[in-house]
C-alpha cells in the first residue's frame, strides 16, 4: 500500500514569513498533484509534477519533485492570509493513474 | 461549462437505508473516483473508473457500490447506510488522471 506523510499537520504563522510543506513516501510516484482546499469545498489543482527535479512556481509558490520521485515540497515565499487553507499532496502510481493517493494535508493558518 | 456536479449537498439517512449520491461532469472526462474525507484522515479513495463500463476499489471500497454505463455520470451507491458511513464525499474527473483532477463541492451524509 502506498503513502504519502506530508508535515508538518498544522503551520500557524504571520503574515510575511516563508515555509514549506513536504510529501514523503517510499514508493515512487509517477506524478505528484498538490491541490489547495478551502472549509465546505473540494480540492482545487494547484501544481502536477511528473519529472524527478522538476521545479514549478505559481507566483508566491514553488513546488518541487524530488529526482527518486519519491517526495515533493510546497514552499511559500511572504505568505499572505488569502494562502489560508488545507494543502493536500496526491501522488498516481504508474499501474493505474485512476488510482490517486492523497497524503492527510496541512493546515496553513496566515495571521495578518 | 458545469465541471464536476454532486447532488445532493447535504443528506441524512437513518441505519439501514439506501441512497445513491449523484456525480456528473461535462468535461468528457475518462477517469473519475469518488473519495470521502472525514477529520484526521484526509481524502479516502473508495472507487475508481478509468473509462465507461470500467470499475475498480480504492482503499475504503466496502458498504459502497459503483457502475459506469456513460462517459458523464459515475454514481454512488449505499446499499445499507452505517453511521461509520457519515463524511464528506467528494467525486472528482480527470481527462488522464496523472495531470490533475477536478473535484465537485461534495455531499455532506449524515447516517443517524
Known amino acids: 500500500t502506498q503513502l504519502l506523510e506530508q508535515s508538518p499537520q498544522f503551520l500557524s504563522i504571520q503574515e510575511g514569513e516563508n515555509l514549506t510543506v513536504y510529501c514523503n513516501s517510499s514508493s515512487v510516484f509517477s506524478s505528484l498533484q498538490w491541490y489547495r482546499q478551502e472549509p465546505g469545498e473540494g480540492p482545487v489543482l494547484l501544481v502536477t509534477?511528473?519529472?524527478?527535479?522538476e521545479v514549478k512556481k505559481l507566483k508566491r509558490l514553488t513546488f518541487q519533485f524530488g529526482d527518486a520521485r519519491k517526495d515533493s515540497s510546497l514552499h511559500i515565499t511572504a505568505a499572505q492570509p488569502g494562502d489560508t487553507g488545507l494543502y493536500l499532496c496526491?501522488?498516481?502510481?504508474?499501474?493505474?493513474?485512476?488510482?490517486?493517493?492523497f497524503g492527510k494535508g496541512t493546515k496553513l493558518s496566515v495571521k495578518p | 461549462n458545469a465541471g464536476v456536479t454532486q447532488t445532493p449537498k447535504f443528506q441524512v439517512l437513518k441505519t439501514g437505508q439506501s441512497m445513491t449520491l449523484q456525480c456528473a461532469q461535462d468535461?468528457?472526462?475518462?477517469?473519475m473516483s469518488w473519495y470521502r474525507q472525514d477529520p484526521g484522515m484526509g481524502l479516502r479513495l473508495i472507487h475508481y473508473?478509468?473509462?465507461?463500463?470500467?470499475?475498480d476499489q480504492g482503499e475504503v471500497p466496502n458498504g459502497y457500490n459503483v457502475s459506469r454505463s456513460t462517459t458523464e455520470d459515475f454514481p454512488l451507491r449505499l446499499l445499507s447506510a452505517a453511521p461509520s458511513q457519515t463524511s464528506v464525499y467528494f467525486c472528482?474527473?480527470?481527462?488522464?488522471?496523472?495531470?490533475?483532477?477536478?473535484f465537485g463541492s461534495g455531499t455532506r451524509l449524515t447516517v443517524v
Open positions: 496526491a501522488g498516481t502510481d504508474g499501474g493505474s493513474q485512476g488510482n490517486l493517493i
Open positions: 468535461m468528457n472526462h475518462e477517469y
Open positions: 509534477v511528473v519529472t524527478g527535479g
Open positions: 473508473s478509468v473509462g465507461a463500463g470500467i470499475t
Open positions: 472528482a474527473s480527470s481527462r488522464t488522471g496523472r495531470y490533475g483532477y477536478t
